[in-house]
């Protein structure tokens, strides 16, 4: 028997210029007393948008409506935390509340849904994607909202997690004003994007190589790929970060004229062959390298100092260096499991430590003087006494002694002169993380 609960407006997310929209009177819950399931239909008009929904209860003393939280919402399947098009048929989603909210009763009006339109140009902050799966990315409001908790091994095997930097419009200074005053100037972006939380896993790259069948040169035959890495064939190897895949693996040829950042247009085409390439059409997202520029605004997390957790965190525990990292099996060092160090206040972790990270810009030895929007990097390197096609890395590595910094040492002519690899270097110290434009897809 199915028993009507109640028919609520609708909470809609209208963006500045598109603009989806949900039926205000249209919405309808009911709950099913046999399957013991609820029921939310919706209509969606205008344009397509990305729909997330949020359970509500009335608080009997007070008389207001207070959501239940994301992490009783995990079992929310059906027409819900993806892209939906409008259309002229009803859309439904499906919740059990005997298994995310068992402490609970869903009886009687006091109990309603919201649901919310976001514009695909303006999605919600967490984008989550299978691996396995051909285009399945589920995008979620709230960190909570993430089925089982972004820390679950899944989401360091099967799925791969991206959370929005707040970045549009915001001007803020790059560089170290008293390591490198040189190099300071302020950038602006004009747009949000996505970054993955975690650097790439070995598990994560091998099932996104398998799905996305990459070919390259030593690595044809897929079902028997082995990851790159050192680090491998330990027990946790499955969820340190790979390393030892090149800027050149992931994006193609960087000294072709056709896939040379940033000189080729439209700026993040890449050869259709690469891993990146091939990722992208399984995905249904463009994936690519961030900028030096994304990448220390995201490691920041709106801070400003050259170490950018909090005050009294110490450096061990912002990220795995050598005096923190090296074991009786490698005095040098070696990489951990991503997580395992403190997240930064927007969500990012091992931002600091485990492997270096590859960006999309060339190095050069000081950054320029001008303030810039949106930054590509200049358009060669420029490497006094060395090969002029490196690009940069950002981050630090676990063979380094505490080098806790979002910045990146610039130098002199004489002195350290920051973290370049050529393109084509395979290295136990570096990987990557993913980055987007925020775009729903």
Same mark, same amino acid.
């Given at each position: 028997?199915?028993?009507k609960?109640l028919?609520?407006?609708?909470?809609?997310?209208?963006? $500045?210029?598109a603009?989806?929209?949900v039926?205000?009177?249209?919405?309808?819950?009911?709950?099913?007393?046999?399957?013991?399931?609820?029921?939310?239909?919706?209509?969606?008009?205008?344009?397509p948008?990305?729909?997330?929904? =949020?359970?509500?209860t009335?608080?009997t003393?007070?008389?207001?409506?207070?959501?239940?939280g994301? +992490?009783?919402? +995990?079992?929310?399947v059906? =027409? %819900?935390?993806?892209v939906?098009?409008?259309?002229?048929?009803?859309?439904?989603?499906y919740w059990?509340?005997?298994?995310?909210w #068992?402490?609970?009763l869903v009886t009687?009006?006091g109990v309603?849904a919201? &649901?919310?339109a976001?514009?695909?140009?303006?999605?919600p902050?967490?984008m989550v994607?299978?691996?396995?799966?051909?285009? @399945?990315?589920?995008? /979620?409001a709230?960190?909570?909202?993430?089925?089982?908790g %972004?820390?679950?091994?899944? /989401?360091?095997?099967?799925?791969?997690?991206?959370?929005?930097?707040?970045? $549009?419009g *915001?001007e803020w200074r790059?560089g *170290?004003?008293?390591?490198?005053?040189a190099?300071?100037?302020f950038?602006?972006?004009?747009?949000?994007?996505?970054?993955?939380i975690y650097?790439m896993?070995?598990e994560q790259?091998?099932? $996104? /190589?398998?799905s996305s069948k990459?070919s390259?040169?030593?690595?044809?035959?897929?079902p028997d790929f082995? &990851?790159p890495?050192?680090?491998?064939?330990l +027990? =946790?190897s499955a969820i340190r970060p790979?390393?030892?895949?090149?800027?050149?693996?992931?994006?193609?040829d960087?000294?072709?004229?056709?896939?040379?950042?940033?000189h080729?247009? #439209?700026?993040h085409?890449?050869?259709?062959?690469?891993?990146?390439?091939?990722f992208?059409?399984?995905?249904g997202?463009?994936?690519?390298? #961030?900028t030096?520029?994304q990448?220390?605004?995201a490691?920041?997390a709106?801070?400003?100092?050259?170490? &950018?957790?909090?005050?009294g965190?110490?450096w061990?525990?912002a990220g795995?260096w050598?005096?923190?990292? $090296?074991s009786?099996a /490698?005095?040098?060092?070696e990489t951990h499991?991503?997580?395992?160090?403190?997240?930064?206040?927007?969500?990012f @972790?091992?931002?600091?430590?485990?492997v270096d990270?590859?960006?999309?810009?060339?190095w050069?030895?000081y950054m320029?003087?001008? =303030? &810039?929007?949106d930054?590509?990097?200049?358009p060669a390197?420029?490497?006094?006494g060395?090969t002029t096609?490196?690009?940069v890395?950002?981050?630090g590595?676990?063979?380094?002694?505490?080098?806790?910094?979002?910045?990146?040492y610039r130098?002199s002519?004489?002195?350290?002169?920051?973290?370049?690899?050529s393109?084509?270097g395979?290295?136990?110290v570096?990987?990557?993380?993913? @980055?987007?434009?925020?775009?729903?897809?």
């Open positions: 028997m199915k028993t609960l028919a609520m407006p609708l909470a809609a997310s209208l963006a $500045a210029l603009m989806p929209r039926d205000q009177e249209g919405v309808a819950v009911s709950y099913d007393d046999q399957m013991r399931k609820m029921s939310i239909s919706y209509r969606l008009d205008d344009e948008a990305v729909i997330t929904i =949020d359970i509500q009335n608080n003393e007070t008389g207001a409506w207070e959501s239940i994301g +992490a009783s919402l +995990a079992s929310m059906g =027409d %819900v935390n993806k939906v098009t409008n259309s002229t048929d009803r859309r439904t989603a059990i509340p005997g298994k995310d #068992p402490e609970r009687g009006t309603r919201v &649901v919310k976001w514009a695909t140009n303006a999605p902050d967490w994607v299978d691996l396995l799966t051909t285009n @399945c990315v589920r995008y /979620y709230t960190e909570e909202s993430i089925p089982l %972004v820390s679950n091994r899944l /989401y360091k095997t099967e799925k791969l997690v991206m959370r929005k930097v707040p970045a $549009a *915001i790059m *170290i004003e008293d390591w490198q005053p190099s300071l100037h950038v602006t972006f004009t747009e949000d994007y996505y970054l993955g650097e896993t070995q790259y091998r099932n $996104a /190589y398998k990459v390259m040169p030593g690595n044809s035959t897929i082995s &990851v890495s050192v680090f491998k064939n +027990a =946790d790979v390393e030892r895949v090149s800027y050149a693996d992931l994006r193609g960087p000294n072709s004229t056709v896939y040379d950042w940033p080729h247009l #439209p700026l085409d890449v050869d259709p062959d690469s891993f990146l390439g091939k992208r059409d399984f995905t997202v463009e994936f690519d390298l #961030p030096e520029a990448w220390e605004y490691c920041r709106g801070e400003q100092g050259r170490a &950018v957790y909090w005050e965190v110490s061990g525990n795995w050598l005096t923190n990292s $090296a009786e /490698y005095p040098k060092g499991p991503v997580g395992t160090i403190m997240r930064n206040k927007w969500g @972790c091992d931002m600091h430590g485990n990270e590859w960006c999309l810009d060339y050069v030895q320029p003087d001008d =303030d &810039v929007v930054p590509v990097g200049p390197a420029t490497i006094v060395s096609d490196r690009r890395v950002r981050g590595n676990f063979t380094e002694v505490n080098d806790v910094n979002s910045a990146l130098g002519a004489g002195g350290r002169m920051g973290n370049r690899e393109p084509g395979r290295y136990s570096h990987g990557f993380r993913l @980055c987007s434009p925020a775009m729903a897809r």
